[in-house]
Nanobody, 124 residues
């Protein structure tokens, strides 16, 4: 089990950038696949990005592909989500999650450990 903490959220204008960070307050991230999901009010939780344990494989949701980049630094026990060209529809609470599953990484229920979330608000 790993305890996850997100940071870096905030308010930004459309077209701007934010960088989210996911850190482990307990445990190590290096053996986990880490994903970012997001949830807007009244909406289902949506897959945004995922990176495997050593950073050799990444995947993105269609709505963020080409604008968001996920990366990790296992030496620092962190995973980052660089978000560029932000749009008002990116407004949501962003969660990082950890799994040791071998696949289905876009499915939220394969993730056992979740952070508390960080709010991202994009103004038009």
């Amino acid at each position: 089990q790993v305890q996850l903490v997100e940071s870096g959220g905030g308010l930004v204008q459309a077209g701007g950038s934010l960088r989210l960070s996911c850190a482990a307050s307990e445990g190590t991230l290096s053996t986990y696949t880490i994903a970012w999901f997001r949830q807007a009010p009244g909406m289902e939780r949506e897959f945004a990005a995922v990176i495997n344990w050593n950073g050799t494989s990444t995947d993105y949701g269609d709505s963020v592909k080409g604008r968001f980049t996920i990366s990790r630094d296992n030496a620092k026990n962190t995973v980052a989500l660089q978000m560029n060209s932000l749009k008002p529809e990116d407004t949501a609470v962003y969660y990082c999650a950890a799994t040791r599953a071998n696949g289905r990484w876009a499915v939220s229920r394969v993730y056992a450990d979740w952070g508390q979330g960080t709010q991202v608000t994009v103004s038009s």
